[in-house]
T-cell receptor, first 115, second 116 residues
Framework: AQSVTQPDIHITVSEGASLELRCNYSYGATPYLFWYVQSPGQGLQLLLKYFSGDTLVQGIKGFEAEFKRSQSSFNLRKPSVHWSDAAEYFCAVASSGGGADGLTFGKGTHLIIQP | DAGVIQSPRHEVTEMGQEVTLRCKPISGHDYLFWYRQTMMRGLELLIYFNNNVPIDDSGMPEDRFSAKMPNASFSTLKIQPSEPRDSAVYFC??????????????FGPGTRLTVT
């Protein structure tokens, strides 16, 4: 069964600094990978996804992520964070066996932005 | 599009009562998912439907939980009887099976359930 690990429960970053959130997955075949963001009291919003092709994917709000098969990682990055980026970030994996199976989520990383 | 709609947004009930959560997926989407989010277990898939048919309910915690999708625009998740450990945020999500878009799930705002 697939699994996702987000090793950092909390991360604190100063506004304007760069950000990297870590995600490691476990899956036997080529995974479909996602990053979602959840603001307090809100649902999850899709930031970006990786299915195949270019291993560096661009998303909304200035985020990008890089798929590294050799490291089983899909880390999320942003060159300069804004106070509005404070939220919970979830990495997720879906099976690529056909059909839209449910997603398996990591436990999330809580991002705190310092002024 | 209005997005995925869930109701109620908040529900407080007493142990033993029946609870019904409702979801309206995005029009045209043919997959619907129910997830539960708790501090201890994170986000868990409970059940999902394709074209109104339940495909995988292995995540449903026990027989007290049931889900239905009588038509393409409506689904319910019912808990009977409810217990305090059912307190969580329940999310509904939908997606459309068209090439790679099948895996892009759109989430509703969630229903925060508190069972006292």
């Amino acid at each position: 069964a697939q699994s996702v690990t987000q090793p950092d429960i909390h991360i604190t970053v100063s506004e304007g600094a760069s950000l990297e959130l870590r995600c490691n997955y476990s899956y036997g075949a080529t995974p479909y990978l996602f990053w979602y963001v959840q603001s307090p009291g809100q649902g999850l919003q899709l930031l970006l996804k990786y299915f195949s092709g270019d291993t560096l994917v661009q998303g909304i709000k200035g985020f990008e992520a890089e798929f590294k098969r050799s490291q089983s990682s899909f880390n999320l990055r942003k060159p300069s964070v804004h106070w509005s980026d404070a939220a919970e970030y979830f990495c997720a994996v879906a099976s690529s066996g056909g059909g839209a199976d449910g997603l398996t989520f990591g436990k999330g990383t809580h991002l705190i932005i310092q002024p | 599009d209005a997005g995925v709609i869930q109701s109620p947004r908040h529900e407080v009930t007493e142990m033993g009562q029946e609870v019904t959560l409702r979801c309206k997926p995005i029009s045209g989407h043919d997959y619907l998912f129910w997830y539960r989010q708790t501090m201890m277990r994170g986000l868990e898939l409970l059940i999902y439907f394709n074209n109104n048919v339940p495909i995988d309910d292995s995540g449903m915690p026990e027989d007290r939980f049931s889900a239905k999708m009588p038509n393409a625009s409506f689904s319910t998740l019912k808990i009977q009887p409810s217990e305090p450990r059912d307190s969580a945020v329940y999310f509904c999500a939908s997606s459309f099976r068209a090439t790679s878009q099948a895996y892009e799930q759109y989430f509703g705002p969630g229903t925060r359930l508190t069972v006292t």
